[in-house]
């Protein structure tokens, strides 16, 4: 079973900076099949990105994903008051086993 | 508009039986594998079982392998998680997801319902 970790646990940073998220894998990730989810408390998930660094229908410009093999990035270029939320990073490539990343906290400093 | 409700939830004690359901609309449900992921309070996202569109290929988490049997019913566009033999720690919001693919292997969750709450206690 691939193990994702997340780092760090907690971001805290202010509207309009730049967020970086980080995703390690504990093997190389099929074919970059990795997603990231945006979860605000009370919610859903909601997918943001696939395949490491394909944006999801809707999904803003200032969401982007990066890397390969067991290293993964999320961006997003400017914090918006609606991007303070719990992300997490998925693997879809080791079938029949999804795993998830412990997630990161992006809070308001 | 795709839309998923998760239903069947509730308060069971250990070791009885649960059997959750999720009722999909908005898309061509046959076309799609289906999840069930679920969240135990203030934890993360643990994947518990997926289901081709066809229902020949299937797959459980070992936490709940033996114990949780999912299925499907593609005429009446809908997902089933039968659970068995409960535990403390099968406490969670079960969520429903749509795969983006029809088969098991490779596919992300592209869609999701807002989840139905299982609480084991006594």
């Known amino acids: 079973e691939i193990v994702l970790t997340q780092s760090p646990g907690t971001l805290s940073l202010s509207p309009g900076e730049r967020a970086t998220l980080s995703c390690r894998a504990s093997?190389?990730?099929?074919?970059?099949?990795l997603a990231w989810y945006q979860q605000k408390p009370g919610q859903a998930p909601r997918l943001l990105i696939y395949g490491a660094s394909s944006r999801a229908t809707g999904i803003p410009d200032r969401f982007s994903g990066s890397g390969s093999g067991t290293d993964f990035t999320l961006t997003i270029s400017r914090l918006e008051p609606e991007d303070f939320a719990v992300y997490y990073c998925?693997?879809?490539?080791?079938?029949?086993?999804?795993?998830f990343g412990q997630g990161t906290k992006v809070e308001i400093k | 508009e795709v839309q998923l409700v998760e239903s069947g939830g509730g308060l069971v004690q250990p070791g009885r039986s649960l059997r959750l359901s999720c009722a999909a609309s908005g898309f061509t449900f046959d076309d799609y594998a289906m999840h069930w992921v679920r969240q135990a309070p203030g934890k993360g996202l643990e994947w518990v079982s997926g289901?081709?569109?066809?229902?020949?290929?299937?797959g459980y988490a070992d936490s709940v392998k033996g114990r949780f049997t999912i299925s499907r019913d593609n005429a009446k566009n809908s997902l089933y998680l039968q659970m068995n033999s409960l535990r403390a720690e099968d406490t969670a919001l079960y969520y429903c997801a749509k795969s983006s693919n029809s088969i098991m292997v490779t596919g992300y969750f592209d869609y999701w319902g807002q989840g139905t709450l299982v609480t084991v206690s006594s």
């Open positions: 289901i081709s569109w066809n229902s020949g290929s299937i």
């Open positions: 998925q693997q879809y490539g080791s079938s029949p086993r999804w795993t």
């Open positions: 093997q190389s990730v099929s074919s970059s099949y």
